[in-house]
Nanobody, 129 residues
């Protein structure tokens, strides 16, 4: 089992950067692919929007078409952490950001929220224009 906790959200101005982090506790973090998702304001019942995913060893990544070149996902298996570097933030990036984990010891990534087994509680990101 894996427990995930996000941090590093906040209120920032458009055009600036943030780097939310995801700390994992539990066994075998290195066997999980990690993903970042967000939920825009006013849509608590909607499916989480996929942003980025990274394989267990960082050898494969995938990004949503809405964030090309602005977001970079990374992980540090020695520290059981994953990060999402977000540059050039826009007001439409506002939302609650979640990290999630899916068992993938053989490698590979997925952008499908329902495939992820563990989720953090989320961290709020607000971008003012």
């Amino acid at each position: 089992q894996l427990h995930l906790a996000e941090s590093g959200g906040g209120l920032v101005q458009a055009g600036t950067s943030l780097r939310p982090s995801c700390a994992a506790s539990g066994r075998s973090f290195g066997n999980y692919a990690m993903g970042w998702f967000r939920q825009p304001p006013g849509s608590p019942g909607s499916e989480h929007e996929f942003l980025a995913a990274i394989s267990w060893n960082g050898g494969a990544t995938r990004y949503a078409g809405s964030v090309p070149g602005r977001f970079t996902i990374s992980r540090d298996n020695a520290k059981n952490t994953a990060h999402l570097q977000m540059d050039g933030l826009k007001s439409e990036d506002t939302g609650v950001y979640y990290c999630a984990a899916v068992w993938r010891p053989g490698g590979g990534v997925t952008g499908t929220p329902r495939e992820y087994e563990y989720w953090g509680q989320g961290t709020q990101v607000t971008v003012s224009s």
